[in-house]
């Protein structure tokens, strides 16, 4: 795992989004994770811009969405973030934008489904990701045991489908956000700390090609 820290929050976007942009350029039929969280915001922006000047091509890109809510409005959907974001403002083709199943009698069936699309496309070549103030990934919540692939998890805004935790480690690449000094304490635990299924960003520390991007309020206590 390597650790970046830039100057501000500007500066960390713009370095998250140069990252996953080269993986684009040097790979145009990667498959890309995209995580929704309100700070990632800044990131698509910048890649949507970087599109309308014609540095970017997403017509071979596959894009997963790493987590779903589960009867959720459709404001709150995670595919309808990331639409205004990013997927609407690039030449993203529709039938290589997958989103994990909201509906279904079996949820086991919609979890393997997803998963298995996953697999087929060939697994993430990038994760881009938020780590939350409580060291979640996606919706994979501390807990004494980490669901591994794809599965639900109940939160305060109800169910939530989502990859699990082996299902991000395996990607290729993981280029995970963290800012603000909100975060610095957990920023630390992340780092530096054990290794814990009570924080799942801590796994981090275990993969080859995980970066964790921080500014420098973030990472004032590492």
């Known amino acids: 795992m390597s650790i970046l820290v830039y100057r501000d929050k500007a500066v960390a976007y713009a370095a998250a989004a140069t990252l996953v942009s080269a993986g684009v350029i040097e790979k145009p039929n990667s498959v890309l994770g995209f995580d929704w969280m309100p700070e990632l915001s800044p990131i698509y922006r910048i890649m949507a811009r970087m599109t309308a000047d014609g540095l970017l091509d997403w017509s071979e890109v596959h894009a997963f969405n790493p987590f779903e809510y589960v009867h959720a409005d459709s404001d709150d959907l995670c595919e309808s973030q990331l639409c205004e974001a990013l997927y609407d403002r690039i030449n993203i083709v529709q039938a290589n934008r997958t989103v994990p199943g909201t509906a279904g009698h079996d949820w086991s069936v919609v979890c393997n489904d997803y998963e298995n699309a996953i697999i087929n496309a060939g697994g993430f070549d990038t994760i881009l990701c938020g780590v ?51 975060k610095a304490d957990m920023a630390a635990v992340v780092c530096s700390g054990s290794i814990t299924p009570n924080v799942p960003a801590t796994y981090l520390q275990l993969h080859a090609n995980g970066i964790i991007i921080l500014d420098e309020d973030a990472a004032e206590k590492i």
Do not use: C, Q, W, Y
């Open 132 to 182: 939350r103030a409580d060291g979640s990934i996606a919706f994979n919540l501390g807990a004494p045991e980490l669901a591994p692939v794809t599965h639900v998890e109940r939160t305060e805004k109800g169910r939530v489908v989502t990859i699990g935790m082996a299902t991000i480690m395996s990607a290729k690449r993981i280029v995970a956000i963290m800012t603000g000094a909100d």
